[in-house]
């Protein structure tokens, strides 16, 4: 199953489960089904659930944080992430803050869904990773798609969390396969770990490795790649970290794993500067510091806008080969 199909499916089983479920946004009705098909279906089971919107990204967002703070459930998809700054004020200074400023908590069950990253061709307004930017804001979670966690158990996750949160989709995911049974090639094994949920992607034995790198789902791939050359090539196993939730990210029952690594990387495809990257190296730093045989590592996009023109896109963006550069520099 293509991992647009299982979040397709997962959308699906949540809408039969839960009939106070609302899902806003841009063409999200059939039989356009979404700009990249994921809500396809659900408008003609559900016309009264599945409310499409005009493009006016913060007004939906206010109509899903009120749908939410009335006591049901919303989902938004906004069609590209970059447009997920129209939506910073209701997120940030209306959903977020009415968990806990009426004097109670209150449960407030929102899932804003963004496509998000390049590598499509998309050019400067239709490719960024704005992840970063919403990092720290209090009673607000950052997850991220990825081929190794079910999208309905993230779902679920996300909305009895009771809290809002933002679920980052990497565009270049949704044709490629789900992994469900540990195996994902001749070389890469993988399972979960931790709760919630971290994906751990290994050579043969789990416990034998140089270094580790931690990256969101969108970057799998590429770490993928990196990891299988530089294996093939000169034998050095290392180990990929895939989280499901960014942030609050826990990396406490990591820290066995951590802790035995020669070096830690952290991969992601945002421009550097106060990054989700930099936020898990200052927490290893602080947990890990005596341990340490080398700093951490990060890698992050060129300072650059995201060009249209694919060769100039490949040279700004995180690609396989400049996570094989870093593994191969660190453990010459």
Excluded at 86 to 103: E, T, W
Excluded at 124 to 135: A, C, E, G, L
Excluded at 248 to 256: I, R, W
Excluded at 312 to 320: A, G
């Amino acid at each position: 199953m293509r991992v647009a199909e299982d979040l397709n499916a997962a959308l699906h089983t949540l809408f039969e489960a839960c009939p106070d479920l609302y899902l806003l946004g841009e063409d999200i009705a059939d039989p356009y089904g979404g700009a990249f098909k994921v809500t396809k279906g659900l408008s003609d089971k559900h016309p009264n659930r599945v409310l499409p919107t005009p493009l006016s990204e913060s007004g939906i967002m206010g109509v899903a944080g009120g749908l939410a703070l009335a006591g049901d459930r919303a989902i938004v998809e906004v069609m590209f992430g970059d447009f997920i700054a129209l939506c910073f004020d209701q997120i940030v200074n209306f959903a977020s803050k009415s968990v806990s400023m009426y004097g109670q908590r209150v449960p407030l069950r929102l899932v804003v869904r963004c496509p998000v990253g390049g590598n499509r061709g998309y050019g400067p307004t239709h490719s960024q990773s704005p992840q970063k930017h919403f990092i720290g804001v209090p009673n607000l979670s950052l997850y991220e798609m990825s081929p190794f966690h079910d999208n309905a158990t993230v779902f679920r996750r996300m909305l009895d969390h009771g809290e809002p949160a933002v679920f980052f989709e990497d565009k270049i995911l949704y044709t490629r396969p789900m992994y469900a049974d540990g195996h994902i090639d001749d070389v890469l094994r993988y399972d979960l770990i931790g709760d919630p949920s971290v994906a751990r992607v290994h050579i043969e034995d789990p416990d034998d490795f140089r270094y580790v790198v931690i990256a969101p789902g969108g970057l799998a791939h590429r770490v993928m790649g990196a990891m299988r050359t530089l294996f093939l090539q000169e034998e050095i196993p290392g180990l990929l970290l895939v989280p499901s939730r960014l942030y609050p990210f826990d990396v406490e029952p990591l820290l066995p794993i951590l802790a035995r690594a020669e070096h830690i990387i952290v991969a992601e495809e945002s421009v550097a500067g106060g990054t989700w990257g930099s936020e898990v190296a200052q927490s290893l730093y602080s947990r890990l510091w005596g341990m340490l045989r080398h700093p951490i590592r990060l890698v992050n996009s060129a300072d650059s806008i995201i060009p249209t023109a694919a060769h100039l896109e490949h040279r700004v963006l995180v690609q396989e080969n400049t996570v094989y550069d870093t593994l191969r520099e660190a453990c010459a």
